[in-house]
């Protein structure tokens, strides 16, 4: 998932209660660091027409948490930011995603 804001998913294997470490930039001075990623539910969602799995991904990082609700490829669905301003992001269903159509 390289969605702005969005945690990178590992492909397949995504379970309540996997975590793992990903690499990001300390948005302050642009340094690596890492951040937690916790698998914290499971469910379903209408998307493209179809019924999907979906699980729901919180990332944890220095005390600030971003959620995201996530296909079980790894496609980012919504995501919430809840640091200093509220921000939600949500794939529309008629656009293609980045790299597919004109």
Same mark, same amino acid.
């Given at each position: 998932?390289?969605?702005? /804001?969005? #945690?990178?998913?590992?492909?397949?294997?995504?379970?309540?209660?996997?975590?793992?470490?990903?690499?990001? /930039?300390? #948005?302050?001075?642009?340094s690596p660091t890492q951040a937690l990623v916790r698998v914290v539910g499971q469910g379903s969602a209408m998307w493209r027409g179809q019924p999907v799995r979906t699980y729901r991904l919180r990332v944890t990082y220095e005390g600030r948490e971003l959620e995201a609700v996530v296909t079980a490829d790894g496609e980012v669905l919504r995501q919430t930011l809840s640091w200093s301003i509220p921000l939600t992001f949500v794939r529309e269903e008629d656009r293609p995603p980045v790299g597919e159509g004109p």
């Open positions: 998932m390289t969605d702005g /804001l969005a #945690p990178m998913v590992a492909a397949g294997g995504l379970r309540v209660g996997r975590e793992w470490q990903i690499n990001v /930039l300390d #948005p302050r001075d642009l």
